[in-house]
């Protein structure tokens, strides 16, 4: 994960410490540091606040004799990153899921995406990871629209051996999810989580859709689920998403296989939105919860 986004700043960093820290001299570096940040997926917007904030702390710094000008530079960029990895709104699901319970209530979890995400096993690798803290766990299959979008969703269900709503394909994806909600009170299940059709975030029909669930059954929490195999894609496709349903925060997939990365530090700075998690692979166990200090480490060191 990272390796070519950890490439690049490695090779930014060797270039800043062995030369002096003139204007024009750290101009060039910063001019071939956003060139390919922007090839590794980092966001236009994103790339040019890296680049400017380097500036800012860079020009005229001062390293003692002794010191080891990399590990000040490198202590720079760490920060930066943080900064943008850190969002203003705190999202810690197992805390809004524990929240809920404590009232006897279901938590309600929509998962919105476009297709070929990785939705559907995201969404039973979080179910796997619920069963795994004691949590009792609702599917609702909100895709009335995908052909073979029930029976696949059915499939993680058995296998998780939870229960799962489902109505006829071609019926109203609001209706399903508030069936679930239904039931899931009923028997007191712990939480619901709801997969919707895959959409392009410039279908606006699929989109007034989305919106009506969300309306319906007034989730606790909207995960966007991107694709980082498709670097700037994914993170206007968050962007938009949020504009329609307001996202909680998102989960990135297929970070094990070569995601360049620059998707993970633009998403985040972009919609103001945490990312929940990363998929790492197609196990339910191959997910992990997304540590902004860990990412950082494992993307400088």
């Given at each position: 994960m990272f390796e070519k986004l950890r490439g690049v700043l490695s090779g930014f960093i060797e270039k800043l410490s062995v030369n002096e820290l003139k204007p024009e001299k750290i101009q060039e570096i910063l001019w071939e540091l956003k060139l390919t940040l922007i090839e590794n997926d980092v966001a236009l917007i994103v790339a040019d606040h890296i680049c400017d904030e380097v500036e800012k702390k860079v020009s005229g710094l001062k390293v003692g004799r002794f010191e080891d000008k990399r590990k000040v530079v490198k202590e720079i960029l760490r920060k930066i990153l943080l900064d943008l990895l850190d969002t203003p709104d705190k999202v810690d699901i197992f805390n809004v899921i524990e929240r809920k319970r404590s009232l006897r209530e279901p938590c309600i979890i929509v998962f919105v995406g476009v297709n070929g995400s990785g939705k559907t096993t995201t969404i039973a690798k979080i179910a796997n990871l619920l069963l795994k803290r004691d949590y009792s766990i609702l599917l609702a299959c909100s895709d009335t629209f995908r052909a073979g979008a029930i029976e696949q969703l059915e499939q993680h269900a058995k296998r998780l051996g939870v229960?799962?709503?489902?109505?006829?394909?071609?019926?109203?994806?609001?209706?399903?999810?508030?069936?679930?909600?239904?039931?899931?009170?009923?028997?007191?299940?712990?939480?619901?989580?709801?997969?919707?059709?895959?959409?392009?975030?410039?279908?606006?029909?699929?989109?007034?859709?989305?919106?009506?669930?969300?309306?319906?059954?007034?989730?606790?929490?909207?995960?966007?689920?991107?694709?980082a195999l498709t670097g700037n894609d994914a993170v206007m496709q968050a962007e938009e998403f949020n504009r329609?349903?307001?996202?909680?925060?998102?989960?990135?997939?297929?970070?094990?296989?070569?995601?360049?990365?620059?998707?993970?530090?633009?998403?985040?700075?972009?919609?103001?939105?945490?990312?929940?998690?990363?998929?790492?692979?197609?196990?339910y166990e191959d997910i992990e919860v997304f540590r902004p200090e860990i990412i950082v480490n494992n993307i400088l060191d």
């Open positions: 229960p799962m709503i489902k109505h006829k394909y071609g019926s109203d994806p609001a209706a399903v999810a508030y069936d679930a909600v239904q039931y899931a009170r009923a028997k007191g299940i712990n939480v619901i989580l709801v997969d919707t059709a895959g959409r392009m975030q410039t279908n606006k029909n699929l989109m007034a859709e989305m919106e009506k669930i969300v309306r319906v059954i007034k989730p606790d929490m909207v995960i966007f689920v991107g694709d329609y349903v307001n996202i909680t925060g998102s989960i990135l997939t297929k970070m094990d296989a070569d995601a360049k990365g620059g998707a993970a530090i633009s998403i985040a700075y972009i919609t103001k939105k945490p990312i929940l998690f990363l998929g790492v692979g197609q196990r």
